[in-house]
T-cell receptor, first 116, second 111 residues
């Protein structure tokens, strides 16, 4: 299994500002995933981050709004830029056990963001 | 496009009851299916992973089954406890590409 930590655990931000969320994994992983979970809804994949290459964004998500860094095999950041109240969500970092045949997914504790 | 449905959306049971949560998916070409638990405002905790070649997995009071041909998985919780109260999500994991999550079943176990 993988142990994942996220910072901050929660934040309250003003409209128009940006927040960077950090994700740290206790082992080296090829792919890291960033999800958004809006209130009362299920998970939506924002992007997949591979070390050494540009992140791959899902439909409806763009790099200018959600820039991602992946400087090494254990760390990634997601920035939520120019925030609006619609960005209020839980943001989740995830990895899978790729490299095995299982592809079991593991999640961090999440960052609960409220935008005023 | 894979679609995952979880029924019921919410379930309330008295402590001690056995219960079943359902997950159905439209495309049977899956690699794995995974069940998660999510407490309010928190991340997801992996409960069980069933590989496509398996029919069930067990962990303590939890048993998950998989029937690929009918596009269904169930999560059985035995002797439910108030601490089991949470939202339970299933995720279909393809051989390539992104996972698809259901909307979850919110379980309340009353003392």
């Amino acid at each position: 299994s993988a142990v994942i930590s996220q910072k901050p655990s929660r934040d309250i931000c003003q409209r128009g500002t940006s927040l960077t969320i950090q994700c740290q994994v206790d082992s080296q992983v090829t792919m890291m995933f960033w999800y958004r979970q809006q209130p009362g809804q299920s998970l939506t994949l924002i992007a997949t981050a591979n070390q050494g290459s540009e992140a791959t964004y899902e439909s409806g998500f763009v790099i200018d709004k959600f820039p991602i860094s992946r400087p090494n095999l254990t760390f990634s950041t997601l920035t939520v830029s120019n925030m609006s109240p619609e960005d209020s969500s839980i943001y989740l970092c995830s990895v899978d056990s790729s490299g095995t045949s299982y592809n079991e997914q593991f999640f961090g504790p999440g960052t609960r963001l409220t935008v005023l | 496009k894979q679609e995952v449905t979880q029924i019921p959306a919410a379930l309330s049971v008295p402590e001690g009851e056995n219960l079943v949560l359902n997950c159905s998916f439209t495309d049977s070409a899956i690699y794995n299916l995974q069940w998660f638990r999510q407490d309010p405002g928190k991340g997801l905790t992996s409960l069980l992973l069933i590989q496509s070649s398996q029919r069930e997995q067990t962990s303590g009071r939890l048993n998950a089954s998989l029937d690929k041909s009918s596009g269904r998985s169930t999560l059985y919780i035995a002797a439910s406890q108030p601490g089991d109260s949470a939202t339970y999500l299933c995720a279909v994991i393809p051989g390539a590409g992104k996972s698809t999550f259901g909307d979850g079943t919110t379980l309340t176990v009353k003392p």
